[in-house]
């Protein structure tokens, strides 16, 4: 009889994730158009989540100290995967952002051999060559012969890179259990916002108290609860089930763009967008199934 809920939530969580990420573009350029730059709000929002999360943490020093370069890669990528993708997405075309952030399985399996030693396989070269294909096919310019990459472009990608170098210190770091994991990369997101305020905004914005209110609202709500969320719907289903779920985030994208910003996807974002899933789902087929 409880077979079913033990399913649904876990699945619900994945789904409130992915649709968080999907949609987190709209109401960061409402706060951003009250005059609160991207890095404040993401120093304001996942300040507010690492407070609230504080207790829950169990974030013991002497597993920092047993591994503190992994500790201290996990604080600088999750920081910048965070605040390098609310700026993307602040700037860009949500759609062309969020196909570029999906990368990230590319540089995920590289690093993965680099760092874990994993073993490569011929799906893995097959995965690597579709997912820069599609780049390639996305943002190559026929007029000017070559691919010409703005700001946004170039902090998605990043933010793949850093994502994937999340993913591989998270698997790397043993002597901290999830929570704290967590709880650092949060860190890592406040650190970083720290100094990309500090070079390119140090003054304190000008915002209605609403602006504040909502960056915290941001943290607690979104930020903090679907990372939870997805952890918790991770460590409930199998690893290949939740990332095809968590793929639902390209279509809430895709969705609310055309409906909220009347942004058109043309052909080479079409066809560069499917190779860079094509890229992910061979990724995700790649995982070794939990027993």
């Not at 969580?13 to 649709?19: K, V």
């Not at 013991?60 to 890669?73: E, M, Y």
């Amino acid at each position: 009889m409880n077979a079913l809920p033990a399913r649904i939530g876990p699945i619900l969580g994945l789904l409130y994730g992915a649709t968080f990420w999907g949609f987190v573009w709209y109401p960061s350029r409402l706060l951003e158009a009250s005059g609160m730059q991207g890095a404040w709000l993401t120093l304001i929002s996942y300040s507010a989540a690492f407070v609230v999360f504080l207790p829950f943490a169990h974030t013991h020093l002497d597993g920092i100290r047993r591994q503190p370069w992994d500790v201290l890669a996990l604080l600088a990528a999750a920081g910048w995967t965070n605040v390098a993708f609310v700026l993307a997405v602040l700037d860009g075309e949500v759609v062309r952002v969020v196909l570029l952030f999906y990368l990230s399985p590319v540089w995920t399996v590289l690093l993965g051999r680099w760092l874990l030693h994993e073993h490569l396989t011929w799906r893995t070269a097959v995965m690597v060559g579709l997912g820069l294909a599609g780049a390639l096919v996305m943002l190559w310019d026929p007029r000017i012969g070559r691919v010409p990459l703005n700001e946004a472009d170039l902090l998605a990608v990043s933010a793949g890179v850093a994502f994937a170098v999340n993913n591989v210190m998270t698997r790397r770091i043993t002597a901290l259990g999830i929570r704290a994991k967590t709880h650092v990369a949060w860190f890592g997101v406040v650190l970083v916002s720290l100094v990309v305020i500090a070079l390119k905004s140090p003054q304190l914005p000008q915002v209605p108290d609403w602006a504040w209110w909502g960056a915290v609202a941001l943290g607690l709500g979104g930020f903090m609860l679907s990372t939870l969320a997805v952890v918790y719907g991770v460590s409930n289903m199998p690893v290949q089930r939740s990332a095809v779920i968590m793929l639902f985030e390209l279509i809430v994208g895709a969705v609310t763009a055309w409906w909220l910003a009347d942004e058109i996807i043309d052909w080479q974002e079409w066809v560069g967008g499917l190779l860079i899933l094509s890229a992910a789902l061979i990724a995700i087929l790649q995982e070794e199934p939990e027993t």
